[in-house]
């Protein structure tokens, strides 16, 4: 008799048949994660899953051929499922992988009900118990939604992308937070929306390794998924990781100020995390102080940062949520200054050329240049400058980084910094968002890098937690789980595209190699325009 065998890729698996007396080849169960990219990158790819039906354009684009490869899967040996065309190989699924996909496929089905900043704006003022219900029941049923659209992304990358442990270990941690989140009853009074904000809190600390992972499992992967598909799925990614930690950060502290004993009193410029108070000076003073220091102590404090000169309509005033617009103009500072301190030349004083940021305001829009005389860009660094796949060695100092929230306070102080930005400035300066109104100024001796603002704050001798009873004071970590941010990362460009992006802004860089860069960032003025990603 025969022995029974089935092909998967260029790996040969033979299965002994009853009464055979040889076995002509296998395949190891420990075949190492690059092998089993070699045996997979064939042209007979495993069949896609099935009931998985279409979520997005994204998803539609993966599904035209018979060829598509698959969805990452929890597998193990069990039962095989018959498909409908039994000339196909039949793969093995555990029922616990079809429970999941059934529950899963209803939200996947689901629209995503989007928001604008002027509707959070206008909510949040005046907030009384019924309107902070209806923001907790809103954001319980669509934090679900809009990660159960992220969860089918990863279903259909291929295989062995799936397998990938840095994709894997995002994959379920999105699965954890869907399965949490979606078994939340509705709440009906304070009390359960006071434990409701503490779970949210604990699954925005345990997200921050999303990024550092997916850029190391990118990284890893760039070989078998083509690079326009990894641009998408990184973009998409990070887009609905905005979006939901907006929705998240938004109602915590909403529910961190009313319940401060002077919410009714006191009115600084935040409703939850955003500022209805933005002006272009004082953020370009406090991002360059920042990108300042940051240049310096990366070049070992033996060049001076060039200066930086402002000009156009600074005092222009807009509500907007600072971590956004600061990310994207810190990123920019940073590159135009450490481009100029390397290839700048210098006047006959021997002081480097300026960098020139000009603010206008439109119609509609408020628009940043940030013009710098630094060389320009290289040819052949232009071409994938907004690309995450095209040069994935970039990502490699990511190994060195665990977390990663994607925002200015990360670069706060940092083991290397010798100044503190928080010490003589009062709360409404600082880049530390959104303080409750019962906050005080912390201590000019904190030295940590701030990346959950949302745990509890740890107390010392040296850092005291504030008086004012908040239910919401802003943690720090110590510096030592984070290292120097002030290495290259490679994704602070596309980063910040996709935060410009977000509220229906843009940002463009237009280069001329040899001489300089300019840069505009452009941000919608009265937040009337729907968040942008992708479902």
């Known amino acids: ?28 169960k420990s075949r190492a994660y690059a092998q089993l990219a070699t045996a997979t990158a064939s042209t007979h790819p495993l069949p896609p899953p099935l009931r998985t039906p279409p979520s997005s354009s994204f998803n539609q684009s993966t599904t035209k051929s018979s060829k598509t490869l698959p969805a990452i899967h929890r597998m193990n040996p069990g039962t095989p499922i018959q498909r409908p065309d039994h000339r196909r190989q039949a793969r093995r699924y555990s029922p616990q992988h079809f429970y999941q996909n059934r529950i899963l496929d209803p939200y996947v ?21 019924d309107k902070l219900l209806k923001s907790a029941n809103y954001v319980r049923t669509e934090l679900p939604v809009r990660l159960a659209h992220r969860i089918r992304d990863f279903q259909n990358l291929p295989f062995i992308v799936g397998t990938n442990p840095h ?18 009853p509705e709440i009906k009074t304070l009390e359960e929306n006071d434990r409701f904000c503490e779970m949210v809190k604990a699954l925005l600390n345990d997200h921050l390794v999303v990024i550092p992972q997916l850029a190391l499992g990118i990284m890893e992967c760039s070989k078998h998924i083509p690079a326009q598909q990894v641009d998408q799925f990184m973009n998409k990614m990070l887009r609905s990781r905005i979006s939901r930690r907006v929705l998240a950060e938004q109602h915590i502290s909403l529910t961190s100020n009313y319940n401060s004993p002077n919410h009714m009193m006191t009115d600084r410029g935040f409703i939850g995390i955003i500022y209805t108070h933005c002006k272009p000076r004082d953020i370009i003073e ?19 940062p060039p200066k930086v000169i402002m000009d156009g309509n600074l005092d222009a005033e807009f ?68 690309s995450y796949s095209q040069s994935p060695a970039r990502f490699a100092n990511f190994e060195k980084v665990s977390k990663m929230a994607a925002t200015v306070q990360e670069q706060m102080v940092s083991p290397t910094r010798s100044i503190n930005f928080g010490e003589d400035l009062d709360d409404e300066d600082r880049i530390v968002l959104p303080p409750p109104p019962s906050r005080s100024t912390s201590s000019s001796s904190e030295s940590s890098i701030r990346l959950d603002r949302h745990a509890p704050r740890t107390n010392n001798n040296n850092n005291k ?56 960032a452009k941000f919608c003025k009265f937040g009337n325009i729907y968040e942008n990603f992708d479902v």
């Open 1 to 28: 008799m025969n022995p029974l065998s089935t092909t998967l890729g260029r790996c040969r698996i033979v299965i002994k048949a009853p009464n055979s007396g040889r076995l002509t080849s296998c395949t190891s």
């Open 319 to 386: 509500s907007y949520i600072p971590d956004h617009i600061e990310y994207i103009l810190y990123e920019l500072l940073k590159n135009s200054m450490r481009y100029v301190m390397l290839n700048g030349k210098r006047s006959e004083a021997g002081e480097l050329p300026p960098i020139q940021i000009t603010v206008c305001e439109g119609t509609h829009d408020i628009v940043f240049r940030v013009s710098d005389k630094g060389g320009g860009i290289a040819p052949e660094m232009e071409s994938h400058l907004w």
């Open 167 to 184: 994709i894997e270990l995002v994959y379920d941690l999105y699965w954890q937070a869907f399965e949490k989140l979606s078994k939340v």
């Open 109 to 129: 089905q689901q629209p995503v009900n989007p928001i604008t900043l002027r509707q959070l704006v206008f909510f949040g003022r005046n907030m009384q118990e």
């Open 465 to 520: 937690a504030s008086s004012s009873g908040s239910s919401n004071s802003y943690s720090t970590l110590s510096s030592s789980s984070l290292e120097d941010q002030s290495m290259h990362l490679g994704i602070g460009l596309p980063m910040s595209r996709v935060y410009a992006e977000y509220w229906g802004g843009d940002l463009k860089v237009f280069t001329m190699h040899g001489y300089g860069t300019d840069a505009y």
């Open 286 to 304: 406090r991002t360059a102080r920042l990108a300042s220091e940051t240049c310096r102590q990366s070049l070992g404090g033996k060049i001076q």
